[in-house]
């Protein structure tokens, strides 16, 4: 199985893909010293995955994005132990990645009801503390939608890529002849026989990553000719490079590995398609793995020449 996705570099419509929020842990409760009475701890703030969930969603809920949970209770006469402070829960969507605003990994959540403690409560009042309760933890942290895919699907308005992940995969994007449908991210799965999958390519560097063109609308009249001209524009491309604009004109050329003229509406490649995806996947992995051991090879190396030039001990 391989994720395939594909993503817009400009925020279109309301989607959100990071929030910052503030965070604090309840204080605890006031001790009571006379009888030996212990105040109840502060609640904790969770974060916690939701299936049914967005950042938009979180957003709009709670817009002044600020989480405190609730103070323990003070220890009395009838309550020698007071109570614990309600704990407040934060609703993200599935696939969260948490930060500390020093950009310190807290946790992520990949499925519902993960959760993730990012501000504990203070300790209630007890004889260590002199009877007189701890503050919560003040935190502010950082979500952030962690959109990962082994391929992405890269394309200017109505190219036809919403088709294509449809014919591809399972996903079921909204597909209408008109620019601008998709206003969020997409995602779909594409299934191979073995169930291999997950080499999580997509970052930002797009231009270093491996790279096939699918020429899609074969099925247009006149596709056939315009799919010889584009042939012989990209096998020449610097003869070419007048026709743009100059500020289009990018600094470097990007190379794909194969061109496959494809139809999102009638099939045709498509199965040569996903045979392409799965051989560049399995390339890249083989290079990767290849350059991780050379890797391990040099510092295993490094390693043994320090030892054996450090000079013998001297005896005394």
């Not at 929030?19 to 212990?38: A, I, Q, V």
């Not at 002199?130 to 503050?135: E, G, I």
């Not at 190219?159 to 620019?179: C, F, N």
């Not at 390339?283 to 090879?297: G, I, R, T, V």
Request: aromatic share 8%.
């Amino acid at each position: 199985m391989v994720h395939c996705s594909y993503v817009w570099f400009r925020k279109y419509g309301n989607f959100i893909d990071n929030l910052r929020l503030f965070t604090k842990g309840g204080s605890g409760g006031m001790g009571y010293p006379r009888l030996g009475g212990e105040g109840g701890k502060g609640g904790d703030v969770w974060v916690v995955a939701h299936n049914r969930m967005t950042l938009k969603q979180l957003k709009d809920k709670y817009p002044q994005k600020r989480f405190v949970a609730g103070e323990g209770a003070n220890s009395r006469v009838n309550a020698l132990k007071g109570s614990k402070g309600k704990d407040c829960e934060i609703p993200v969507p599935v696939g969260i990645s948490v930060t500390d605003e020093n950009g310190k990994i807290i946790g992520e959540l990949n499925k519902e009801k993960d959760r993730i403690l990012v501000a504990e409560g203070g300790l209630g009042g007890k004889l260590l503390t002199n009877f007189l309760p701890l503050k919560g933890q003040k935190r502010v942290i950082r979500l952030d939608l962690k959109l990962i895919a082994d391929v992405g699907l890269v394309g200017f308005p109505n190219a036809g890529k919403s088709s294509l992940l449809s014919q591809v995969s399972h996903a079921k994007p909204a597909i209408a002849d008109y620019a601008f449908t998709t206003l969020k991210p997409q995602l779909g799965k594409i299934m191979y026989d073995d169930f291999k999958q997950e080499l999580e390519l997509y970052k930002e560097e797009l231009q270093t990553k491996p790279a096939l063109l699918a020429v899609n609308k074969m099925d247009l009249p006149g596709a056939q000719d315009k799919y010889h001209v584009l042939m012989n524009q990209l096998q020449n491309p610097k003869d070419f490079l007048h026709l743009f604009e100059k500020n289009m004109i990018p600094e470097r050329t990007m190379e794909f590995q194969h061109i496959i003229p494809i139809s999102a509406i009638t099939g045709e490649g498509i199965d040569e398609l996903k045979n392409y995806i799965r051989k560049s996947l399995d390339e890249h992995a083989n290079q990767e793995d290849d350059a991780y051991h050379k890797k391990q090879l040099l510092n295993l190396q490094i390693s043994s020449t320090i030892s054996y030039s450090e000079p013998p001990p001297k005896n005394y």
